[in-house]
T-cell receptor, first 114, second 112 residues
Framework: SQTIHQWPATLVQPVGSPLSLECTVE??????LYWYRQAAGRGLQLLFY??????ISSEVPQNLSASRPQDRQFILSSKKLLLSDSGFYLC?????????????FGDGTRLSIL | AQSVTQLDSQVPVFEEAPVELRCNYS??????LFWYVQYPNQGLQLLLK??????LVESINGFEAEFNKSQTSFHLRKPSVHISDTAEYFC??????????FGAGTRLAVHP
């Protein structure tokens, strides 16, 4: 069966520090991969999605970047964190590009910026 | 373009009472709809999905949702809720490249 892992589960970082969040998927090949942010009391905002290695689409302009160095690895990064980067970050995967494929989510990383 | 509106940000209800969480969608293409549940400090879990066929879809824990094309709705219902159903519920419609467009969420609070 397929599984998705995110780490770390929680992270406290000072303003201006770098960031690297990692997500890996097991049990499937060539998944679509997604990064979402969920701010406190708000819905989900799609940040990036990827349909293949090295292929990244950004949904909103921001202080973050994403990379997909391997088929089942998705990394969210920042060179300098802002206070506004605080939130709950969720990684998700889906099988292929069919619109009828549900997304499956990891357990998330709670990021607090001090 | 697709969009989702969840009409209630919070729904308080007593244990064993029925509940309905409302979801309306807008889509210019064929519709695929999903309900997700999020327990505190966890990721989203797929609750149920409508892809085609029967307009009534059910989950394993007693929730059901009905696709209504004429009213562009996909409301989630449960005839008798438990304390453990307390969570946030998100309705979503599928967009291009299987991007999901989520509603703002409805926080269900079940009280004893």
């Amino acid at each position: 069966s397929q599984t998705i892992h995110q780490w770390p589960a929680t992270l406290v970082q000072p303003v201006g520090s770098p960031l690297s969040l990692e997500c890996t998927v097991e049990g499937t090949s060539n998944p679509n991969l997604y990064w979402y942010r969920q701010a406190a009391g708000r819905g989900l905002q799609l940040l990036f999605y990827s349909v293949g290695i090295g292929q990244i689409s950004s949904e909103v302009p921001q202080n973050l970047s994403a990379s997909r160095p391997q088929d089942r690895q998705f990394i969210l990064s920042s060179k300098k964190l802002l206070l506004s980067d605080s939130g709950f970050y969720l990684c998700a995967w889906s099988a292929g590009t069919g619109r009828n494929q549900p997304q499956h989510f990891g357990d998330g990383t709670r990021l607090s910026i001090l | 373009a697709q969009s989702v509106t969840q009409l209630d940000s919070q729904v308080p209800v007593f244990e064993e009472a029925p509940v309905e969480l409302r979801c309306n969608y807008s889509s210019s293409v064929s519709v695929y709809l999903f309900w997700y549940v999020q327990y505190p400090n966890q990721g989203l879990q797929l609750l149920l999905k409508y892809l085609s066929g029967s307009t009534l879809v059910e989950s394993i824990n007693g929730f059901e949702a009905e696709f209504n094309k004429s009213q562009t709705s996909f409301h989630l219902r449960k005839p008798s809720v438990h304390i453990s159903d307390t969570a946030e519920y998100f309705c979503a419609v599928s967009g291009g490249y299987n991007k999901l467009i989520f509603g703002a969420g409805t926080r269900l609070a079940v009280h004893p």
